[in-house]
């Protein structure tokens, strides 16, 4: 047993020896010739152009980097490729900032994580010793008891979560997208990855070749193998290659994040998402390096043997001074005699593999033990030993499928290097519907069952050593040049060969902190306890356990999970699986999706005049409306705005009496262009109009109006209008602002089958229009156009198509702008609807205000409208309305023709008309000392069918305004009727619950409240 | 540090057979008073009140992937009762309250947290149909008020009060609104079944339904290449997402349409925002877990399908949105991307009690309000199982409410609030 503490200074004792590098050509991502300064925990730290923050740090001996999330145990490098989660660091605005990934800059602060203190002395650093208190889904099992005691608890457990910090300040910057289209886009410029676009290439097609990393290469860039005696040099002749051929553009920096249906790429570059959609894809994603389970495999100085080639090679680090190479592959081999050469002295190459007589003779064999590398065969790391830093290693021998025996020896190193094998980078895959088998000889997961659009070559198809991951880059070329018609030959099938993974890399410790999940400090313990609960299947096991649900998504947890799942409830590893990989690839940005962020909506051909006027503009659906025009001064917009504010709202109701007087007395002026508009047109027209709409249409007289009114399937009605005919073939139909592209849909849709001699045309934006309303409203329009206005001569519901006349003006001719006219009469006055083609608008509201500036005329808003049409009881569809009310609830029945045979949800209607009713909408009025007295009732209060506190709800409040034409409170609502006892009938007292839980009783009075004899719109 | 834990700390063999939360599985037998086909949330919950108040326990819920592993796994589970009808608020209440008990009567934590629900007001009509929410939902006794812009401040400082053209005007505060942690909900609910003798069978799926004399006799299932008849004297279907096609087996068409909906999880921050906040008019709502993760919901996808694929288009439109109400976020980083099949009505309400085959019964059309109803719907579905009887607060939505137009509207409380 050797858990005897080693007391010798660990390698790394943070800061005190400066920048040391390895001699070129290691450091190829350096430019030597520029450094860059930056401040990590407070301490200046000196690097290279080229370096990451993580390689920065390495070289002037930062080995503690973050700690971890449940047990903040010390953490550092693990592969020094932006793929665990150990090397996440804050940056000032940016939590979650993976260190061996983002190049270092200038001026940057960088700061640890999930640090209670600093990082070396974390105060949290003693949940690390409460380990065995927090067995897996702890959290399940405790801190409700006593009932009430959770909400305690959870405020403290809630404090304790979350990684990094959000800066709430943080102002987004620009970003934007761009597509991009491509016979083949190729992911991951390894040698597959450039293999593939060369040989796509030279057959002709147009090529994309994606790579994450800031050079190309892949593998070749780093690391060392036992087919191919100069990398480098083979790297370099292949970018040489790509960039010299006219057909492939190539991207670094750049992370293909996601596959979506039919090769549909996000790519992340720079400030920029390329939209990329490519006929053909060849996924060269490669694999990840897989780590070996011991305990304390998480200790700074315990690294995956391709992340201290990558230290070497790409950034001139030398990871250690004295280091034990853990392997279960030959690349383990290539690893020790790597560092070997860089001056590191490597105590012993462990190699978890039986001693065979093969590999005894073979030339790697050979060269580690001619470098003097003491090799042990058929021995494992069970424990690594240190603290802040690796100080050595407990070794012992397999003695059987991840056991080992009772005693071992403690070699003294501050560098252990693991290579277990590989897991194919199979997410973007796995969004593409691949499915994973698990391959029980070879120890590795292979991929199938992808689109025929969608290949994959290399390390990530199971292939490792260099020819043949080049061929199977070829291969796939082919196959992809054969599918875009550019080639008949036929791929053929690339043999895997070399063996790399080792079965059993899992050698469980009775005291744990043997780390399966880095990310979320979980053991193996925690993984096969988790199955003992119950939680047996591989995705409840990730829930319960959370494994594989941290930042670096289950890179390095998956296949030990599955192994270790498979094992302890007796399946295997294809049935057992891994969990599904979903888009994102790589953590992404918000900032990449929400690109510039642009909120469009409409304005009005008017839209600046309301803004002169100083209109207090409010949203109506997609549109922007004037909804008042407040006195200068008196404009309150954003939230502000609110009529919950009081002194928003008293603005809005002196305005909206002011201008209804207005009206009422004189004449008043509103832009109604958001009103939808559809033409109808054809011999057919009548027919199709007779067939949505609920009124009879066929015999509706040329230059007359009529209501229409549109109920849906279930008997509701949706939406309302006028329809204007204008000639026997040729309708105009107004539809509500937000409900005109639904009504378009359903009479196209309708008449795909129907097949009607009628062309339907959504002309909502091609035309402007304004009410003028008023009694003098006539007086203002007879100076700009020759139609005749007599009562009799364009009487009420009448529509006309003339013009509208343009004076002579600075030297320009009389002109005139086309127009059609609607006299209808919503506000309850004479008043003629205008609408023209848009881009007239401003220059009709220009005419009519100078013409109407004789008789007073003044603008009105959609809030005065609302009162105006309450005046005279008619709804608003969606605020009178709601998703239940049918015809008979809102006395239309006089809309509804029962002589057709149909119309748009006529069976619904006759179904529902003959029930029972429960509610109908009526008119109240209150006395207007309910204003005073802070018991208006407002829209969305409820009437209940006694004036008790518990008494049912028989409807609510749709519509509440204060009149100052009536002098009184007037409202619609709904309430009882007929099953649910009669409170319709005029004279019926009800009662509303307004504000304050208070009863009001209203009085049910017949509508409209203003004109019953309906004298003044028709004048 | 709780009792529980020290217990566990100190035993060396944790965990015994006796702490296993569900037994391992078991074969399946000829026949049960009562299947169960679906072993989601509803259908263990109803499992467990069949158990627990009525006694019956030759029950099998069979599950064709894992348990929980549909919409219970993939909703962003919120829990509320601010609808807009009467019959909706009582349903929806009597959910709440059932949830917040839940954990002491499991003996398993599901992490209720009651955070409040905030949804936003950005235009007039927003405020008139809070305000009737409010005024319902009190009225049933629900703690719901319509608060001022100031007070949203107070409540959400990170909001964006002027997201894209459309202040923020109002809010209606939900305080009753919550989170749980959902997989242990359907955990706790199989815990306690399983305990009384229910059995749970997953990787069980239900191919044919066997029906004689208009009355259901029997289910047809697969595990792995091996064909079960399990004969039955009810069964239930619990099958969010996939109603309408479990229905056809059975010989009827149910009036459901089916939409994936999509959700997406930042990497953990610290936490920064209690309440859960919705907006309607921007398609979006945003929670911070537990974990501190922040999840973003939306509208549905705007074409049926039953395929639980994600899209670019709509994380795109949901992000944006996200970053219009809270500008910060732009430089989070998003995790995960993730869909569910939602099974919509057309008056946004759920679809339970009889079907036109005798003896079976439908739990269905839960849309986007299925987490939140999983007590309250075991337990009267249990009830109806037990008495034949339709339970009172149930009758509303039967499924022949569609062909007599008696709809229970609920479009207006049900967009992007989830």
Redesign the interface.
Known sequence: MSTASVSSLPYATAGHMGQQRLPEPMGLMLDRKHTVEFQFEGQTIRGYQGDTIGSALLANNFWMWSRSFKYHRPRGPLTMAGHDANSLVQLP????VLADRISAASDMVVTAQNVNGSLAKDKDAILNH?G????VG????????P?GI??W??KK???K?????????????Y?DKQFLHHDLVVVGAGPAGMSAALKAADGGANVLLLEENPILGGALAYADFDDVSDPEALRRELIHRIQSHANISVMTNAVCN?W??DN?L?VLQGKRLF?VRSKQCIMATGSYEQHVVFRGNDIPGVVMSSAAMRMMKLYAVKPGNNAVVLTGNDDGYLTALALHAQGVKVKALIDMRESRASRANSPLTKQVEQAGIPIRTGYTVYEALGHQHLEGVDVRLITGKGEVAPVGDTIRCDLLCMSAGYMPAYQLLC?AGGQLSYDDQRAEFNISNLPDNLHIAGSVNAKHAIKQVIADGEQAAIKALRLLGLNDAVEQPVECGKLVNFEWPIFKHPKGKDFVDFDEDLQAKDII?AT??????V??VK??STVGMG?S?GRHSALPTARLVAKATDRNVTETGVTTA???FT?????Y???R?F?P?RQTAMHHRHVELGAKM???GVW?RPGFYPPAGQLL?????????PKAKAIRNACIEAESLHVRSKVGLIDVSTLGGIEVRGPDAAELMNRIYTFGFLKQPVGKTRYAILTS???VVVDDGVACRFADDHYYVTATTSGVDAVYRLMTFWNTQWHLQVDITNVSTAFAAVNLAGPDSRKVLEQLTDLDLSPEGFPYLACREGSIKVPAKNGQPERSIPARLLRVGFVGELGYEIHVPTRYGEALWDLLMDAGQPFDIKPFGV?TQRLLRLEKGHIII??DT???SHPGELDLGWAVSNKKPYFNGKR?VD??MK?PQSRKLVGFKLPSSVVGKGTKP?????VLAENLAGA??TG?V?SCEYSPTVDAVIGMAYVGYGVKGDQSQPGSLIPI?VDG?QMVMAEVVELPFFDKEQKRQEM | ??????K??LSNN??FEK???????TALKKRYDVVIIGGGGHGVATAYYLAKYHGITNVAVLEK???G?GNT?RNTAVIRSNYLT?DGVKFYSESVKLFKEL??EFD??I????RGQLTLA????A??????????N??FGGNTE????QQ?RELVP?LN??????????GLWHKDGATA?H??VA?GYAKGATQRGVELH??TEVTDIVVEGGKVTAVKAKQGSAEHTIECGIAVQAVAGHSTLLAEKAGFRLPITTYPLQAMV???????LDPLVSSP?FHCYVQQT???ELVFGGGSDPYPLYNS????EL??QL??H???LF????????????TGLTDMT??YSPIMGLSPVENYYLDAGWGTWGFKSTPICGQTMAELVATGKVPELIKPFGADRFS??R?V????ATAASH
């Open positions: 605005s940016e939590p979650n409460f065995r208190f927090m067995p702890f959290y399940y099992k405790a801190f409700y008891k009932k959770w909400e608890w959870e457990i809630r404090e979560a979350g990684l990094g910090i959000a800066d709430l300040d943080f102002k987004p910057e970003y996601a979506f249906a549909w996000p939209k969004q306890n003992r609960m119950g939680y047996r299947d995705q409840l829930r319960f930042p998504q979903r888009p994102p953590p992404e940005k918000l900032a999706m929400a690109g962020n909120d909506y409010i949203p109506a922007a917009t954003g939230p502000e705005g609110s009529p919950l504010n399937d279930q008997g809030e969606s605020q709601d998703g239940m619904a179904i529902v029930r407002e829209e969305g209060h409820i049912d709800i609510n749709t619950r839980g | 540090m709780p009792f529980a834990l020290l566990y700390g944790y965990p702490d296993a939360d569900l037994p391992p599985p992937g894992y348990l592993g796994a009467s954990s002491n398993f934590n992490m209720y947290s009651q950005h235009t007039d009509s405020i008139r149909a809070f305000r009737q929410r409010t005024e319902v009190t009225h319509l608060i001022d812009p949203i990170t009060m002027n997201p894209g053209h459309q202040p923020v005007l109002a942690r997989d242990a955990w997953q990787l930042t990497q953990p921050v610290k936490p920064f008019a537990g974990r501190g694929r994600s899209t670019l994380k795109e992000l944006a996200a970053v219009e500008p910060f976020v732009a430089n989070l980083k998003l995790m995960r991307q993730w057309s008056d007599e137009f709809q509207n609920e479009m207006g």
